[in-house]
């Protein structure tokens, strides 16, 4: 499990987010956002899943933020971490 620092904290719903916690993703988790189009959405909507808030306030996320977030996603999985679109990731 990893946790990341963002630059800005996100809203949830009067609440601020200032950190966000990466896990491996449970086969769950992955069938919650299997049928999401978009690369960035599914993301999105992984993260948010992990970290039991709406997707919404992952949307307010900064790019520079989601790029750590996401990189930090991947690397949790090692080289079993399923792609986005059901491929596996290289090492």
Known sequence: MTSIDLSRPLDN???PVARLTIRE????ALIAVENING???RLAALIAHLNDVPVKVVHQM??????KVVAALLAAGGNDTPAVDGATQPA
């Open 13 to 15: 719903a009067g609440a």
């Open 25 to 28: 993703p449970d086969i769950g």
């Open 39 to 41: 690369e960035m959405a």
């Open 62 to 67: 900064r790019p520079s933020d989601f790029d």
